[in-house]
């Protein structure tokens, strides 16, 4: 496994890329669920929001870890950040069934990790 974590955080990066361009990707059940039940379901929406929170929690450690290595002094948020690539993974999931085109998804992810350099340094 590799050492580094901001290899670690870009190989993820990729990975999400390549299956959310693969056409048996469905999509992801957490957004699924999100979407449709939510509204009508506590247990539901408490469910869903654990689920968001711990995946946000598992690559915001790893940006934190990647952050305290190459970027301590820079004004950014880790768990934000992990936030906002969650947000781009949903919303690309949706984009991507909305047009019948799995592009869109892996374009974004492609911009998300040009971000993710520019944070970094490198």
Known sequence: QEQDPLKRV???VDGM?????DPSTKGCL?????QELCDSDPKMRAACG??????????????????????P???FDPMELATHFIAI???????DK????????????KHFK????MLYGR
């Open 10 to 12: 870009y190989a993820y």
């Open 17 to 21: 890329a390549k299956m959310i361009s």
């Open 30 to 34: 957490l957004g699924c669920f999100s």
């Open 50 to 71: 654990e689920g968001f929170e711990a995946w946000a929690k598992h690559l915001g450690a790893e940006m934190a870890r990647a952050k305290a290595l190459y970027a």
């Open 73 to 75: 002094k820079a004004a």
């Open 89 to 95: 993974m949903e919303g690309s999931l949706i984009l």
């Open 98 to 109: 909305a047009a019948g085109d799995r592009r869109a998804g892996a374009a974004n992810l």
């Open 114 to 117: 040009a971000y993710l350099k």
